[in-house]
């Protein structure tokens, strides 16, 4: 099993080195081939540079499991959509693990996303919300209530209630589960890419597994979400609920459905 690492980076140059070597220290406890994708929307703090300087300096050391795919900044949907497709097509992956290049992510829990994907999960979830998991204690309230809040939204008006954090970030996620979905169908290009992949991924029956996780504040650099994310966040969490009409509001009838419906298409192809 080949286990590729996405990391989306925008102005990331001060976090990108220690992100990338503890990745490849954590990778030591890993029964897999694992490398990394880095994702650069051609940042101007000169971020590609300093990975494509990296692969360089590992690649003399006999590692040559760090990738860099650049591109227009488009926003953190679309830079997760180009990782994902080359990560499979190009890279030969059967999981992929998506996480933040801040930190708030610990490369330390990599190795326990995956060994619930070894147990038979289709997608794993760093979870804030489950018990044993936390968020940063020095969030103004502000923060808390957009994360939390936004989180029911997600839970409640698109229905996927049966998982707790439906916004995170952290996740792996099996080819299987990735090629079931049509990514170009998933037409948002910011944050709330996470929860449009998240709901059809629920759709289509995936096992989901949540496994608790210490989020932390970035220290350096600056967060990327705005109003805009917030506000697209909202309207796409809407027109999933109603994306069937009425019938949106029966998750198990749509589930039963692409079950249906993916059967066809493999008696179809016989």
Same mark, same amino acid.
């Given at each position: 099993?080949? @286990?590729?690492?996405?990391?989306?980076?925008?102005?990331?140059?001060?976090? @990108?080195?220690?992100?990338?070597?503890? +990745?490849?220290?954590? %990778?030591?406890?890993?029964?897999?081939?694992?490398?990394?994708?880095?994702?650069?929307?051609?940042?101007?703090?000169?971020?590609?540079?300093?990975?494509?300087?990296?692969?360089?300096?590992?690649?003399?050391?006999?590692?040559?499991?760090?990738?860099?795919? $650049?591109?227009?900044?488009?926003?953190?949907?679309?830079?997760?959509?180009?990782? @994902?497709?080359?990560?499979?097509?190009?890279?030969?992956?059967?999981?992929?693990?998506?996480?933040?290049?801040? %930190? !708030?992510?610990?490369?330390?829990?990599?190795?326990? +996303?995956?060994?619930?994907?070894?147990?038979?999960?289709?997608?794993?979830?760093? !979870?804030?919300?489950?018990?044993?998991?936390?968020?940063?204690?020095?969030?103004?309230?502000?923060?808390?209530?957009? $994360?939390?809040?936004?989180?029911?939204?997600?839970?409640?008006?698109?229905?996927?209630?049966?998982?707790?954090?439906?916004?995170?970030?952290?996740?792996?996620?099996?080819?299987?589960?990735?090629?079931? @979905?049509?990514?170009? !169908?998933?037409?948002?290009?910011?944050?709330? %890419?996470?929860?449009? +992949?998240?709901?059809?991924?629920?759709?289509?029956?995936?096992?989901?597994?949540?496994?608790?996780?210490?989020?932390?504040?970035?220290?350096?650099?600056?967060?990327?979400?705005?109003?805009?994310?917030?506000?697209?966040?909202?309207?796409? $969490?809407?027109?999933?609920?109603?994306?069937?009409?009425?019938?949106?509001?029966?998750?198990?009838? +749509?589930?039963?459905?692409?079950?249906?419906?993916?059967?066809?298409?493999?008696?179809?192809?016989?």
């Amino acid at each position: 099993m080949k @286990i590729v690492v996405i990391v989306p980076t925008y102005r990331e140059k001060e976090n @990108i080195e220690p992100l990338i070597s503890q +990745l490849l220290d954590q %990778f030591e406890r890993i029964p897999h081939e694992s490398g990394i994708l880095v994702v650069d929307d051609n940042s101007p703090d000169g971020t590609g540079e300093e990975v494509k300087k990296i692969i360089q300096e590992k690649r003399k050391l006999g590692k040559n499991n760090i990738q860099i795919l $650049s591109g227009k900044k488009r926003g953190l949907g679309a830079a997760y959509q180009r990782g @994902i497709k080359y990560a499979l097509k190009e890279l030969g992956a059967d999981v992929i693990v998506s996480m933040d290049a801040d %930190f !708030s992510h610990k490369p330390k829990d990599v190795p326990r +996303l995956i060994e619930e994907i070894d147990k038979g999960a289709d997608m794993v979830i760093g !979870s804030r919300y489950v018990r044993g998991g936390k968020i940063p204690e020095n969030w103004n309230l502000f923060r808390v209530a957009n $994360s939390r809040w936004g989180n029911r939204f997600a839970r409640y008006i698109v229905g996927i209630d049966n998982v707790k954090d439906c916004t995170a970030g952290f996740r792996a996620i099996s080819r299987e589960v990735l090629e079931a @979905i049509n990514l170009d !169908s998933l037409k948002v290009r910011g944050y709330s %890419f996470q929860m449009n +992949l998240l709901y059809r991924a629920y759709v289509e029956g995936a096992r989901i597994k949540e496994v608790p996780i210490n989020f932390k504040e970035r220290v350096w650099g600056h967060t990327k979400i705005g109003p805009r994310d917030v506000l697209e966040f909202m309207w796409n $969490s809407v027109k999933l609920r109603f994306e069937k009409g009425w019938e949106g509001f029966d998750k198990k009838a +749509l589930r039963e459905q692409a079950k249906k419906e993916l059967m066809d298409e493999e008696a179809a192809s016989i």
